[in-house]
């Protein structure tokens, strides 16, 4: 298998479409569209090493809780249950984000970082967007008044029987990575160590 070149489709701001062109395993000239938020894509530039967000995975110290969004999806027509997340602005470290995004989202003050993950991919097939999972604690008190206009957040405290109760709700919208933490959470308990909150 061998990336062997690629045209970018569309001319947007924040995300593009492009055809990868590549070689598979007999040969065989093949193309693959996918969608970047890179000028040119991953497989092409080589740059794996830099994540494009953060998704904190946040535990208030103060109320012994897990932090959780729920947050309006415009390409679900819903809501969604996931963890405060956004992107990495220009030079910043994964520490500034980190701790910008969760005043920004949330309006709590980002304590101390116990984990960060390397850089995860959610949908390998459509996008080479890749994030870093922070495992942090945080404290003070849930704000929403510096959301963006483009954002419709709900700020939510969960104690593991409200995990438990989230997961078993077939009606629930969860993002992946909220609910492998959730199920971790929910048979673990009440917890300050990473351990509780899903760290491996």
Request: aromatic share 8%; proline share 4%; glycine share 8%.
């Amino acid at each position: 298998m061998k990336i062997t070149g690629f045209k970018k489709l569309t001319d947007a701001r924040w995300i593009n479409l492009f055809d990868v062109f590549y070689r598979d395993k007999t040969g065989r000239e093949r193309n693959w569209q996918i969608v970047s938020r890179n000028r040119r894509p991953k497989c092409v530039s080589g740059q794996f090493n830099t994540p494009d967000a953060v998704v904190m995975i946040p535990f208030h110290t103060a109320e012994q809780k897990l932090v959780v969004l729920r947050e309006y999806r415009v390409s679900l027509a819903g809501f969604q249950y996931e963890f405060p997340a956004g992107l990495i602005d220009g030079n910043e470290s994964v520490e500034e984000a980190s701790r910008r995004e969760l005043m920004e989202e949330t309006g709590l003050s980002l304590t101390a970082i116990t984990g960060i993950s390397p850089p995860l991919y959610n949908t390998a097939g459509l996008t080479d967007e890749s994030v870093v999972l922070v495992h942090c604690d945080c404290d003070g008190v849930s704000s929403t008044e510096k959301n963006q206009g483009t954002e419709t957040i709900q700020v939510h405290f969960l104690s593991s029987a409200d995990a438990l109760r989230i997961i078993a709700d077939s009606t629930a919208v969860c993002d992946v990575k909220l609910w492998m933490v959730l199920q971790q959470f929910a048979r673990q308990g009440r917890g300050t160590g990473s351990e509780a909150r899903g760290v491996p």
